[in-house]
């Protein structure tokens, strides 16, 4: 379970965060959303503890995030891919388990690159692959991480629509299999309707929790949801409240 | 693989052809003009210079080469650990990176008749000369190359635990590299122009002394044939560089890195 009590984030004086509870329960699928700057990725970055809250505290099954992240319990993707160039997209996914003092598993590196539609591109360098692979790749290494909660930060902020559609399909129907807890950063409202079974809605300045909206849609979800008229109110629903938010 | 062969041995006609005209052309200068051979001695002459006494050109050759690692060494071992503590040393940075940019325009041929006051006549001003000439631009280049490393990649490494010691070896030194190997290849060249003007200054032998010395004997031969040993030199430690590279980029596994 994760848990931010009372969470703040201050630079200099710009206060990023303010006063933010939340609770994930294990293998839940959250998804933020809200405008750029309401202060969301700082959200997720204080969860996976690549920021310092100025008050309040954050816990992952009861430790603060620096032991969940000694432990390999946290798998970030970000926006940009984050993949050494230097390494094939195998050594990347085996790389990253390795520095969690983790024993590489080689043939659950190949299956997931395989499982994400990457079959044949395990000795590609980044650069020899487009946005979408990058990033599979990137998903892929968190994956093999074996890491429970997987924190992600906009991971298809750089991809064209359809890779985007495609790649959420994808990501739904693997937390389904790995049982993971999904946080899911993005500034796309259908985006944060299709893929979480709770949407957080932030607003900015400061950064605070406006609404949650718990998602009914079908699982399992592909694309076709979107035509439903439930995935439409709900989307509305949710674009009214981030409107609001600013009157 | 054949076809690459043979797209080299074309690139390397017409060079090879361009050369064997200057050389015919110097040939023809002496031949046909009457210059006198103490001005411009045809080619064969020089050759004949390297030939009639190996001996000479060849510890000349050693003496300058051994200034150039030793010198080399030091300004290369002591430029990356000063480009170490300006690139993880806050306060380090700010005092002394300004200093770095500005001493880079002082022209630093112009120190060595200072160092010679400092340290006399021995391999010490010749040592002190080149680690001094090698130095800057290796500081320079490993300090911008140790900043390359973007922040996400720490961050990721940082996410799983690594420790900043895994963070330096795995993201920042392969980052680095690049920068390294530039300086390194801007600091081989200038290594042999520091040994050549420490041997000026200094005069006690190698390479460029012979051409100092050739020069009070108007022997141009002389000079000549030292200058072509210079150049096989400068060429051979250009080639160690770029197969020290080569070496290392395979070891690291940086090969089609990049961006």
Not at chain 1, 230 to 235: G, I, L, T, Y
Not at chain 2, 25 to 31: D, H, K, N, P, Y
Not at chain 2, 173 to 186: H, R
Request: charged content about 20%; proline content about 6%.
């Amino acid at each position: 379970m994760i848990e931010l009590d009372d969470l703040t984030v201050t630079f200099d004086d710009f206060t990023a965060i303010a006063d933010v509870d939340l609770r994930i329960e294990p293998e839940e699928f959250v998804t933020i959303v809200g405008p750029s700057g309401c202060g969301k990725t700082t959200l997720l970055r204080a969860v996976g503890g690549l920021q310092e809250p100025t008050a309040g505290r954050v816990r992952i099954d009861d430790r603060v995030p620096a032991a969940a992240q000694e432990a390999g319990d946290i798998g970030f993707v970000f926006q940009q891919h984050t993949l050494f160039p230097w390494k094939s997209a195998l050594e990347n996914v085996v790389f990253l388990r390795t520095m969690a003092d983790k024993s590489p598993k080689r043939e659950k590196a190949h299956a997931l690159l395989r499982s994400m539609g990457l079959d044949g591109f395990e000795e590609a360098r980044p650069s020899q692959l487009s946005g979408g692979m990058k990033q599979r790749v990137a998903i892929a290494r968190a994956l093999h991480l074996g890491a429970d909660v997987l924190l992600m930060d906009e991971p298809f902020g750089e991809l064209d629509e359809i890779t985007r559609d495609e790649l959420g399909a994808e990501i739904r129907s693997l937390w389904r299999q790995e049982r993971k807890t999904i946080v899911f950063v993005t500034h796309s409202v259908p985006e944060a309707v299709f893929l979480g079974e709770r949407c957080v809605v932030m607003r900015d300045q400061p950064g605070r929790i406006e609404a949650t909206f718990d998602i009914d849609l079908p699982t399992p979800r592909d694309t076709d949801v979107f035509g439903s008229r439930a995935f439409q109110e709900q989307v509305a629903a949710v674009r009214q409240t981030l409107h609001e938010s600013y009157e | 693989m054949n076809r690459r062969i043979r797209l080299a041995a074309t690139d390397a006609i017409y060079p090879a052809a361009a050369l064997v005209a200057a050389v015919a052309c110097w040939w023809a200068i002496t031949v046909v003009t009457d210059v006198p051979s103490f001005v411009l001695p045809p080619p064969d002459a020089v050759l004949a210079r390297l030939i009639g006494n190996p001996e000479l050109y060849a510890i000349n050759a050693w003496y300058t080469l051994e200034k150039v690692v030793y010198g080399g060494l030091v300004g290369i071992v002591s430029g990356i650990a000063l480009a170490a503590f300006v690139a993880y040393v806050p306060w380090f940075r700010r005092a002394i990176y300004p200093y770095l940019v500005t001493v880079r325009v002082l022209p630093k041929l112009a120190i060595a008749p200072l160092l010679l006051i400092y340290l006399g006549t021995g391999m010490g001003t010749a040592i002190v000369f080149i680690a001094m000439i090698t130095f800057f631009p290796l500081v320079l280049n490993t300090a911008a190359g140790l900043d390359r490393a973007p922040a996400r990649h720490r961050e990721l490494l940082r996410s799983v635990g690594a420790g900043p010691l895994e963070r330096v070896r795995y993201v920042d030194v392969p980052y680095a590299i690049p920068g390294v190997f530039a300086g390194l290849k801007q600091s081989v060249t200038l290594a042999v122009v520091g040994a050549v003007v420490a041997e000026w200054v200094v005069a006690d032998n190698g390479l460029g002394f012979l051409i100092l010395m050739g020069s009070e004997n108007v022997s141009p031969d002389i000079m000549l044939a030292a200058l072509l040993v210079l150049l096989l030199e400068g060429l051979l430690l250009y080639g160690g560089v770029v197969a020290l590279q080569r070496g290392v980029d395979s070891w690291l596994d940086l090969e089609g890195g990049g961006s």
